[in-house]
Every structure is written in C-alpha cells, then in structure tokens.
C-alpha cells in the first residue's frame, strides 16, 4: 500500500480516481489546486502524486517544478487533458516522471502508478556511490552532486543512470532502456528515453553537445564510457 496525493480540480475525476485506487489498497489524499498540492508534497508524507496540470492558483508543471528545486524525489504523474507533445516534454523536462492524458483508461493508470513506486529508492540496487569526472551518484540517497553541488534529478533520471552504469561499456538500445525504467507493462514512445538522456546530458555532462559519459551509438542506443572510481 501507498499513501498517494491527488491533485485535481475536476471532482467527478478526483472521486472516481481516489476511489480506485482505494480498491487497490491505497490511501489516497485529494486536493483541489495547486498550493495545497505544494503543501502536501513539501510534508513529505506521500509516496506518489499524481498531479493536473490545469489546477487553479498553481499550474501543475509549478507544482513539479517546486518540488523538484526543493529535493522532493517523490515519483510525479502529470494528469491533463493536453496532448501536445510539446506539453509532454516539459513536464518530463522540469521533472515529472510519467505523464497521462485524459481521457485515460484506469488499469493504464494503475500499471503507470505501479512502474513508478517500483522505482522508488527501495528499488535502486548495485554501488552505493559512483563517480565518474567531476560527478558522484549516491544511489542509497538519491543524488547527484557535480563539483561538489546538488543537481535534482527525477526518479527515472536515476534508473536510466543504474542502467546505463550497470552495463558500462555495453550498448543499450532504447527498447532494452524502455524494459529496464519504465517496465514493459508501461507503453512509451523511444522519445521519452532521448528526452531524459538529454536532460541526464545537461546535468552530468561538462559539454552536453559532445558528450564523454552518455554517449550516442548511431542506430543501436547509448552507451556509458564514464571511468568509474
């Protein structure tokens, strides 16, 4: 069982949302705009949240955002009626884990929910602690520290980097990546995986246009060359 934050403005969803997750054991909070959803996750009392993207007072991408820059790691689902994938790749950018659109089938929702605490920091196995240049991934605690300085990394950030040390020196295509982060009960799109690689770039990287730790094999995947200490 969970204990997982709702976020959303239309009651009928909410409802029928809360109640089934209920049904699959879960304890379930609902709140209906963005600065309680703010409050609750900055408690620290929950092990998901699920958040709408059109919440009055805040926007659910702010939401995300704040609770990114804040170290909260909690797994975030976007809810939202948008279908844009420029929508989809922002809310993945400022650090959401997963996204769904409406109107959305429940058993989708609930292999997405199921993903996602499976990637929650119980899950995270093998070294403790990585560092590779300027960089060191504390696995047990969930950061990621360049030069010294926190960087805020997302859940699945995290999984693609277990994934890709794990297998240092070997390529993964973007299928075996898929399997490895979101499960293969999750259905997404190869783009998913080279926008979070990107954004793993950009955090990791000293040159993410030239990358020397994620590197790109042209038809086949990534590889991770980064010298382990």
């Known amino acids: 069982m969970a204990r997982i934050l709702v976020a959303e403005d239309e009651r009928v969803i909410a409802d029928l949302l809360a109640n089934d997750l209920r049904l699959e054991g ?3 909070d609902l709140v209906t705009d963005g600065l309680a959803a703010s409050a609750a996750i900055a408690s620290g009392q929950f092990d998901l949240a699920i958040i709408d993207v059109m919440l009055p007072h805040k926007d659910g991408f702010e939401v995300c955002r704040e609770a990114r820059l804040g170290g909260r790691r909690l797994p975030i689902i976007m809810l939202t009626a948008k279908t844009q994938e420029s929508d989809k790749v922002l809310g993945l950018e400022i650090g959401a884990d997963d996204y769904v659109t409406k109107p959305f089938s429940p058993r989708e929702l609930r292999a997405r929910i199921k993903a996602a605490l499976r990637r929650a920091p119980a899950d995270f196995v093998g070294p403790a602690v990585c560092r590779f240049g300027n960089t060191e991934v504390d696995f047990s605690r ?3 520290r360049r030069d010294g300085h926190l960087i ?3 859940f699945t950030e ?4 277990e994934a890709l040390i794990k297998h240092r020196g070997r390529v993964l295509s973007r299928e075996a990546l898929l399997d490895c982060v979101w499960g293969p009960a999750v259905h997404v799109t190869d783009r998913a995986v080279d926008t979070h690689i990107v954004n793993l770039r950009r955090k990791i990287e000293a040159d993410p246009s030239a990358p020397r730790h994620i590197v790109s094999v042209r038809g086949s995947g990534y590889r991770f060359d980064g010298k382990l200490t």
Do not use: Y
């Open 142 to 144: 969930l950061e990621v």
């Open 26 to 28: 879960h304890a379930v």
């Open 152 to 154: 805020p990394c997302t």
């Open 158 to 161: 995290f999984r693609l980097l």
